[in-house]
């Protein structure tokens, strides 16, 4: 298996360019395998369709975000400590996965009904964990509790989805300031 890897692995990262240049309609399978160097069978190995593959280059940057968000909300120190890392850290991580981020937002809408019934169950997760932390913070008097914790976490995350469409690897911030800015800003606007 650990042979087979490179080929899925290729397969990822030349949809994720192709998506990128010309979009997710506008890319073929015969175009995407051509890039990669392997066969559709090679392809349809480890993929059941260009949907697949779509769902998997958002699922690999969701399923890796989520294991930091645990590792950090279930991690030592105060609150606002971890709640900053976590605002922090998803920002940095769609910065570096920017195009993964993009390919997936512009072309969501166009995945089978049931792929985006499980990617929305996916992100709520992810979205349900950083509120819970939220919530915490809210409970303890740490954060104010006017605003209820999904508030802030759909403004939040609005910001976050919205990177793609001004964030530029090459401008004059990296993932990481913007990360603290945004995690700044988080904090600040939870100030009792």
Request: hydrophobic content about 40%.
């Amino acid at each position: 298996m650990a042979q087979d890897e490179p080929v899925r692995q290729r397969l990822l990262a030349e949809a994720t360019r192709l998506f990128a240049e010309r979009g997710f309609e506008s890319t073929s399978v015969q175009e995407i395998v051509v890039s990669a160097g392997v066969t559709k069978g090679a392809m349809y190995h480890y993929f059941d369709s260009k949907d697949d593959l779509l769902h998997e280059i958002y699922a690999r940057v969701l399923r890796m975000q989520m294991d930091r968000l645990t590792r950090i909300a279930d991690g030592p120190g105060t609150v606002s400590k971890r709640l900053y890392a976590a605002a922090a850290d998803v920002v940095e991580t769609t910065a570096d996965n920017l195009d993964d981020s993009k390919i997936f937002f512009r072309s969501m809408h166009l995945l089978a009904p049931e792929t985006q019934k499980t990617v929305r169950a996916e992100r709520r997760r992810y979205h349900e964990r950083f509120r819970d932390l939220v919530a915490e913070g809210q409970r303890e008097g740490v954060f104010r509790a006017d605003v209820p914790a999904d508030i802030v976490v759909d403004y939040f995350f609005g910001s976050v989805h919205h990177l793609g469409s001004w964030y530029h690897v090459e401008g004059p911030l990296t993932g990481a300031q913007v990360g603290a800015q945004f995690a700044d800003l988080l904090l600040t606007s939870l100030r009792p």
